[in-house]
């Protein structure tokens, strides 16, 4: 069984679809045979970074990476505007107006916190059953409506040439390419963006991302746990409460436990260091939301 996370930084022009074949290709090659792999948050081929791909019982924790927090660093030209709002489409608009960088500080807070913004055109959410860039590239005029996002932060990472690098620390379901746009017309100018690479998402970082030459090596024989990191990885941001055999043996069973002395929330619980499940806790009444099938675990 192999089960865990492997850390991508997903290079230009490949697909988040395609990254998991890869990962799926090179498990093959290495004698594993067929493992369940998902990824945690898709990336556009024009962008790079931090792809998070679960293997094995970790595919249970790829919803709750969707919903994590990612941070981006994405470049801002101004002067044109694509239709698909990054190096992609073609030029919709045009300004000769190049904002300074304290312009650009002065908008910002306009968008960091909780703001609404009209998804791109080019994007995958459905519109009457069909994919918006299907619409779009059918020539169809495609009308989002706003959503309610989260910037947590927003900050300037360098500025010159008619073009700016921005850290954006967002919520799930932002769009970077909207937030440059906007951020362009707050400026009385347009813009679209020529780089964006993921940061981090979630718990996982640059730091823990490997190259896909790195990954490639597993297929022609490099030992797999040199890149796997274990289940837990992806839980270093909930809190982990120790159970006895007893109590894991409870939790296997899908059964509730309750006179827990701790507060109420989301929790992993492990037995020994083996994780069991992923948990709930209310009122001192545990229940299961996601249970792991791993080895070791007490019967």
Not at 30 to 55: M, S
Not at 98 to 103: E, V
Not at 107 to 125: D, H, K, M, N, W
């Amino acid at each position: 069984m192999v089960n865990g996370w492997i850390i991508l930084d997903k290079p230009l022009e490949l697909g988040s679809t395609q990254a998991v074949a890869a990962v799926k290709r090179n498990l093959r090659q290495a004698g594993y045979g067929k493992v369940k792999v998902g990824h945690g948050g898709t990336l556009d081929p024009l962008a790079t970074g931090v792809l998070p791909i679960a293997l094995g019982e970790a595919t249970k924790l790829c919803g709750r990476m969707l919903d994590a927090s990612k941070v981006y660093a994405f470049t801002l030209r101004f002067g044109e505007e694509t239709d698909t709002l990054d190096l992609e489409g073609k030029v919709i608009a045009a300004s000769d107006v190049r904002p300074l960088r304290p312009d650009i500080e002065a908008v910002l807070p306009r968008f960091t916190g909780p703001i609404e913004q009209v998804p791109p055109a080019f994007s995958a959410i459905k519109v009457d059953g069909e994919r918006a860039y299907d619409l779009a590239r059918a020539g169809e005029a495609v009308e989002l409506k706003g959503r309610a996002v989260t910037v947590h932060s927003l900050e300037i990472g360098a500025a010159g040439d008619g073009e700016t690098t921005l850290i954006a620390h967002v919520s799930k379901g932002t769009y970077i390419r909207s937030l440059a746009r906007d951020i362009a017309h707050a400026l009385g100018t347009v813009g679209h963006v020529t780089m964006l690479r993921r940061l981090r998402a979630g718990p996982f970082d640059l730091a823990q991302a490997i190259s896909l030459d790195k990954l490639n090596e597993v297929g022609k024989g490099a030992p797999l746990e040199h890149i796997l990191l274990p289940l837990e990885a992806g839980l270093v941001d909930i809190p982990a409460l120790d159970l006895s055999p007893e109590q894991a043996r409870a939790v296997r069973q899908g059964r509730v436990l309750d006179g827990l002395p701790h507060n109420d929330g989301l929790y992993w619980v492990r037995s020994g260091k083996v994780p069991v499940a992923l948990v709930e806790l209310s009122g001192s009444v545990l229940t299961v939301a996601r249970g792991f099938n791993l080895p070791d675990v007490a019967e």
